[in-house]
């Protein structure tokens, strides 16, 4: 798994190094610019939100937002991606915090009607994902919702088609979500939708009923 330094140094090519998998359609890109758009046009049908980015990289969806005037917070651990990502959104509140220690203090008593991630939440185990999705409840508006855009799978079946077609690539220090465990594992209380976008990647919308 990539700490915070690997990400560092990544950071500079991280952009190119997803556009050259994604053209390809293949594992782990594939489908991720759609992935982003889906995600960006659910935001963009409210006006104005305030919208909290969990592992915003360099800011490629979130500045967009940005650019429209919503009020973005975002949680990333590379300091690296944090300058890149603050020269597009000098007036984001951009923390540097690992999301794997929970949620840091700053946004504790803070309200979301957006909570999005992408592309970050597999570095959480698949208890730690849970766990962690049932703590963002308390930051969310009335009627606001979590979206989590990632390498994902409706079934465990499937997630494992995928690792043996690209068993050579795949890795296997990430922990991709299954559709089925996610809806099992959490509350009955909660609403989850789920759009495949590419034969790899998907969009899990989860809100309050």
Known sequence: M???TGFDLWANGYDKSVNLSEKNN???FAGYKDVLNYIY???RE???ANVLD???GTGVLTTQLYNYGYSITGLDFSSNMIDIAKKKMPQAALINWDFSKGLPDEIKNQHFDFIISTYAIHHLTDKEKINFINSLFTLLNK???ILLGDVSFQTRN???KCRTKYNDYWDNDEFYFTVEEIKNSLNDKCFCEYIQISHCAGVLTIANK
């Open 2 to 4: 990539l700490n915070s």
């Open 26 to 28: 293949e594992y782990p």
């Open 41 to 43: 046009n659910q935001v």
């Open 46 to 48: 409210k006006n104005s």
């Open 54 to 56: 969990i592992g915003f």
């Open 143 to 145: 009627n606001g919702k």
């Open 158 to 160: 499937l997630l494992e």
